[in-house]
């Protein structure tokens, strides 16, 4: 089992940046990719980012790409999302997650490989 805890959400203006992070515990994450994904109030959770076990395969949402940065420290289970340029549209609340395939070359944006969740944090943007 892999427990997952993120941090660092909160409320921010229009323009701004936060850095989420997601400190894993229990089994190591390191072998695993990792995901972060997003729940907007009425809506479905939706894919954000996500890095394979190594970090060289990286996949973005495209409403996300070239603000949002997945970045992984593996030496101490953590997984970090920056974020930039934050928008309106992105607030909601955001969960990390853990795939149960080690040292998988590949990642997918698919929420089923996800197996391990955190509880989330959520990221407030006002115009």
């Known amino acids: 089992q892999v427990q997952l805890v993120e941090s660092g959400g909160g409320s921010v203006q229009t323009g701004n940046s936060l850095r989420l992070s997601c400190v894993g515990s229990?089994?190591?994450?390191?072998?695993?990719?990792m995901g972060w994904f997003r729940q907007a109030p009425g809506k479905e959770r939706e894919f954000v980012a996500a890095?394979?076990?190594?970090?060289?395969?990286?996949h973005y949402a495209d409403s996300v790409k070239g603000r949002f940065t997945i970045s992984r420290d593996n030496a101490k289970d953590t997984v970090f999302l920056q974020m930039n340029s934050l928008k309106p549209e992105d607030t909601g609340v955001y969960y990390c997650?853990?795939?149960?395939?080690?040292?998988?070359?590949?990642?997918?944006?698919?929420?089923?490989?996800?197996?391990?969740w955190g509880q989330g944090t959520q990221v407030t943007v006002s115009s």
């Open positions: 997650a853990a795939d149960d395939r080690r040292f998988s070359d590949r990642v997918s944006p698919d929420q089923s490989g996800f197996v391990f």
């Open positions: 890095s394979n076990w190594i970090g060289r395969d990286i």
């Open positions: 229990g089994r190591t994450f390191a072998p695993l990719a």
